[in-house]
């Protein structure tokens, strides 16, 4: 359970262990591979402009397909990792990975958040692990969007490795919804996006919640440890 920290109920020296070293190591493998994929995946879509002598010299392109493929890679096997540890790792790390929407207190415990990062509430929440806005939005823009890039990623892989590949034999399914291989990169590019957005927000909010709500979240992401301070103080 996601605990709410009352204010005025806490030390304001106080810290509570969070996220285990596998879910940090994660965080952070994670992070960088999507600046990888991300980077090389832009300029595979919309490539660089030509430059002078044999292409074989050079091998640009060549490069920037490899770092894409190597990032996919990592990011894959850091998934299963992850979805591993939700299951042997402490509660607060099975938060991503689904929403308690029978909970009518998550409900209004989710619209309080929306309210206070739209500065129509005074006092935040303090919370151990994520808040619920953030466990909503942690739900659908990384594990739902991670499982769809790693289905359309290694869908297009499998069709440059061919038939018979475990590429093509595992995430050939992919064709019977996308069958027009142009649509398929439009929507992993589309996700793309989507990551970079999300990206953009998450770092805006944990800044935020750092400052206003006088709660360590980036350092949080570092120790382990999330440490509270009176919003009195």
Not at 171 to 191: A, C, K, S
Request: aromatic content about 20%.
């Amino acid at each position: 359970m996601n605990l709410d920290v009352k204010p005025g109920t806490i030390d304001p020296s106080s810290s509570v262990y969070v996220y285990e070293l596998p879910v940090r190591l994660w965080h952070w493998i994670n992070a960088l591979s999507i600046v990888v994929l991300a980077i090389t995946g832009y300029f595979i879509g919309k490539p660089l402009p030509s430059v002078s002598g044999e292409a074989s010299d050079h091998f640009i392109m060549g490069y920037i397909r490899f770092a894409h493929f190597t990032a996919a890679y990592i990011f894959a096997i850091g998934f299963l990792g992850r979805l591993y540890w939700a299951v042997v790792g402490n509660h607060h790390a099975r938060q991503i990975l689904y929403l308690p929407f029978w909970r009518k207190d998550y409900w209004s415990e989710l619209f309080f958040e929306f309210r206070w990062y739209f500065f129509l509430e005074k006092e935040p929440k303090k919370y151990v692990g994520h808040n619920p806005l953030a466990q909503f939005f942690m739900f659908f823009c990384i594990t739902l969007m991670t499982l769809f890039m790693i289905s359309t990623g290694f869908a297009l892989y499998g069709e440059g490795m061919g038939i018979g590949s475990w590429q093509a034999t595992l995430f050939g399914w992919v064709y019977d919804i996308f069958p027009n291989t142009q649509d398929l990169h439009t929507w992993h590019r589309v996700g793309m996006w989507v990551f970079v957005i999300f990206v953009i927000v998450h770092v805006y909010a944990a800044i935020r919640e750092d400052i206003m709500s006088r709660q360590s979240l980036i350092s949080t992401m570092i120790s382990g440890d999330r440490m509270f301070k009176d919003n009195r103080d």
